[in-house]
Every structure is written in C-alpha cells, then in structure tokens.
C-alpha cells in the first residue's frame, strides 16, 4: 500500500498528560494509511507484580510462564488496546482495535528460544487482508501484540509484529517510538544506521536489553524493503512528522550505505 506507514507505540512514551491527543493530530494526516501496534510491557509488569508474579527476561523479551501469558492478553488486548483506541476516537482518529490473532493476521510458531522463553511466538507470516480492508475504509488499526496458534495464544513482541506487518503492507516507513531517543554507540545517540552498521552493532555487544529486538525489528522491516525504519523518541506534537522528515530524535535505519554513522540531531 502505497503511502503506508506503521507506528509502534512501547516504552512509556505516550504516559504524558496529553500525549494521546497529540499523537491522534500527528495521526490525522494519514488517515487510511497509518497501521499503530502497541506494547505495554511495564503496564504488564505492574500487573504481574499485583498478582504475585515476578517478571523476568531474556535478550530483552519477557519470559512468558502460563500466568504470565494471561496478564498479557487480559492487559495488551484488553485494557492497553481499549484505553489507546478510545483516546484516539476521541481525538478524531477512527481507530479499529484488534490483536495480531484477529482475521489470522499473523501467522505464528514458537519462538526459537521457546526453551528460555515459553509461550513466546515467532511471526512466520501475514495476512493483510483485515488491515488493508479497514485502511481502505479510512480507518486507523490499533493492533496489540497477542498471537495465536492451534488454539494456543502467544505472547509477542511488539516490535516484531509492527516489523513484519510494514513490509506485508508495502509500507515506506517504520517507526518505533519508545522513551529512548534512539541508539547509542561510543556514548552518543546516531542519527543513521545502515544496514552493515547496524549488524556490527548487535555484534559489538554494546547494544543490550530492549534495544536488541528494536534492531532486528528494523534490520527485519528494511530486508522486507521498507524505506527507512527509525527507533525514535516521542517529543510532544508533531512527533511523527518531525521523525519522518528527519528532523526528530531517533535512529534511521536504512538499506542505503552510509559514509559513517552520523550523530544524531541536535545532539
């Protein structure tokens, strides 16, 4: 779909007072051509620990026990994708709420460190049909990261599914908003990261944590030839505009070659 863009929403980068009205104007704009998916995972730890669960990780994914799984669909696809859709509607986006299950959208196996990480999936492939259907409609799908297969529901993350839904859709754009603005090599934020550059940095071990599967998602979403994918910070109104015009803070990764890997904005 031409003019495409999918928006993932992590970290806590829209918890601000008014955050969700100014990402439902920046939205506006491209009604019937912006796809949002959404994470939660600290509104999921909170919960987790209401309930006695401790959280724990692996290369920056969540390990996903059997109590765990049913605090993240009852959080994710519940109560996170209702509390964005209904800020967004009532800020002139007509958002449709679903999870990655809804209409097969996402086909998914267990994750190939299942063994450490349980009910956690992998995204083997997408059906579109759904997405396109309600963009054609010029309606926004807010989409949060439960999977599901044989039955069996499966935790994913979110960055994953916003990579693998740009591509299937022919978007031009991915951008993975979080409260980081960006990545960090040698102590400073980058502005561009190519693709030889960004595997070096997942090489060097100076990446860790959750900025591990923001990589991949983006090394995954430009492979698939998307344009450009940036892990971006969210800055206030104007945003997502700013970041696609490359004036926000963030990292662009590209399939372009870069001379080197360019300080970020203003930094």
């Known amino acids: 779909m031409s003019g495409a863009i999918v928006v993932k929403l992590g970290g806590r980068a829209l918890e601000a007072v008014g955050a969700p009205a100014e990402l439902a104007a920046d939205l506006v704009a491209f009604a019937g051509r912006a796809v949002v998916v959404h994470g939660g995972g600290a509104e999921v730890t909170a919960w987790s620990e209401r309930l006695g669960l401790t959280a724990t990780f692996h290369a920056g994914r969540r390990v996903t026990d059997g109590p765990t799984l049913e605090v ?5 696809a519940g109560l996170a994708n209702k509390r964005l859709v209904a800020a967004l509607r009532a800020h002139g986006v007509d958002a449709v709420g679903l999870a990655a299950l809804d209409g097969g959208t996402l086909r998914v196996v267990p994750h190939p460190d299942a063994a450490e990480l349980g009910a956690v999936g992998a995204i083997e492939g997408v059906d579109g049909a759904l997405l396109e259907t309600l963009l054609a409609a010029g309606r926004t799908p807010v989409v949060a990261s439960i999977g599901a297969a044989e039955g069996a529901l499966w935790n994913l993350n979110a960055d994953d599914v916003a990579a693998a839904i740009a591509p299937a859709l022919g978007a031009e754009a991915l951008v ?26 997942r090489a060097g071990g100076e990446v860790t944590g959750g900025m591990l599967p923001k990589l991949e998602a983006a090394a995954a979403a430009v492979d698939g030839g998307v344009a450009a994918a940036w892990i971006a910070e969210w800055n206030g109104p104007g945003s997502l505009a700013r970041v696609l015009a490359g004036e926000g803070a963030g990292t662009r990764i590209t399939n372009v070659p870069v001379t080197k890997e360019t300080p970020a904005h203003g930094r």
């Open 72 to 76: 993240a669909t009852a959080v994710l």
């Open 176 to 201: 993975l908003f979080s409260d980081t603005p960006g990545v960090r090599l040698g102590g400073a934020p980058v502005a561009t990261l190519d693709r030889a550059a960004l595997d070096r940095a």
